[in-house]
């Protein structure tokens, strides 16, 4: 039996398999398709996605494929400078396409021993309290827990019949890769005066001499998994832009929609819930690909916690508790960036305030904390102000912080050198530090970065430990 199964391919699936591995989990992820996607979904990565690949020490390889933009941030297509002393070491945008992310994550599974097999799509699945049977076209395979990674239309969401409330599409947009014969100064003084009034409009390079193409559809589609044709994207580029730029021999094409839903469980028994299979939204802020990492992020630890035997009774469940409400908000914060982007009276009244009121940091701020998620705060209870929100990457007096987690493990950082972790060093590592940068005297960190515990007494650490950690051995 196979300690986990994960359903889809995607970021967040391999994410979810590499942060199993490290911890000696048996994984095997099932991807239905044969040959990695490569339709660009996604530009980029946000301040916290940037983190936890550093976290896990893999953020130098993505350096080293993307491009780094500190100019600033954006809500509803309202461009605003960063706030000054944003809470992170990382205070950019990491533009990346997505198939790159992929291919880097997926690298990343596999190196870690995580078992891939593509052309494998789940059909069916059954739980019970042993674990879960997965059935594939031609085979049956068994595993203790499942993970439902495979996106909007998820087979996994709808076999365990988990509602998915919220609202159909509305709006459309067409999408895809081609070259045009445009001039380049030409395409770009159109391009900027059509997204003076219509900011879902695009059209710019993107690398080996073709250009990204994101232009409104004419209506919404029944089925929005049928490509556009090239003739329908040039016919909706003369609508928009009076011109279809010489548009031609397109690398893919693609429709999406701003279809908003949200799983009402992450969890049913042994089965959970990640990514776009727990939740989508419109593309707007570009947080989709970073929620799904941030969801793996999340529940790896505390899945390879219940599987290796020390996870406290109710850390599953507390996947769902944090995640579910942080997916919430994310639906939120876009379905006001969409009223906010139409070009109705009454909107764009709204857009012109909120643009006024981004000038003032305190809100410039707030907002791009929400959009970078590095402004998450899981209820810990009362305590210490840092209880509960993940902790930049802080200075030591030798080295960084996030060198010390690249093994997924939790983390006392101490700076008066007099405390401990006991009975839990199988599973807590401890840096005693008088230099760190922090505002209390230590903090324990969980595997995800997020501060556990803030204080200086043991007795206040133990419990904590218990609480997050189990029981201690010996």
Known sequence: ?????????????????????????????????????????????????????????????FLE????????????????????????????????????????????????????????????????????????AETRLRARYLVGCDGGRSTVRKLLGVGFPGEPAKVEWLRGEMEVTTMPEELAAIVAEVRKTHKGFGVGPAGNGLYGVVVPAEKVTEDSTVPPTLDEVKRQLRAFAGTDFGVHSPRWLSRFGDATRQAERYRVGRVFLAGDAAHVHPPLGGQGLNLGIQDAFNLGWKLAAE??????????????????????????NTRAQSELMSTEPGSQAVRRLVTELMDFEVVSRYLMEKVTAIGIRYDFGDGHELLGKRLRD????????????????????DRTGGLSVGGWADRVDSVDDADAELGAPAVLLRPDGHVAWAGDDQAGLDTQLSRWFGAPVG
């Open 1 to 61: 039996m196979t300690d986990v199964i994960i359903a889809g391919g995607g970021p967040t699936g391999m994410m979810l398999a590499a942060e199993l591995r490290l911890h000696g989990v048996d994984v095997l992820v099932l991807e239905k398709e044969t040959q990695p996607n490569e339709q660009v979904r996604s530009l980029g990565l946000h301040v916290r996605s940037i983190e936890i690949l550093d976290q896990r020490g893999l953020l130098e390889r």
């Open 65 to 136: 494929h993307g491009t780094q933009y500190p100019g600033g941030g954006r809500f509803a297509g309202i461009d605003t400078p960063w706030p000054e002393h944003l809470d992170t070491a990382h205070a950019y945008i990491l533009g990346i396409p997505q198939p790159v992310t992929d291919r880097l994550l997926a690298e990343h599974a596999a190196e870690l021993g995580a078992d891939i097999r593509r052309g494998s799509e789940l059909v069916g699945l059954s739980q019970d309290a042993d674990g879960v049977t997965v059935e594939l």
């Open 307 to 332: 599987i290796n035997g020390w996870a406290p009774v109710d850390l599953l469940d507390s996947y769902h508790s944090e995640r579910h409400p942080v997916g919430a908000d994310v639906l939120n």
């Open 394 to 413: 802080v200075g030591l007096g030798s080295g960084r912080l996030y060198e010390q987690m690249h093994r997924g493990r939790g983390l006392l950082l």
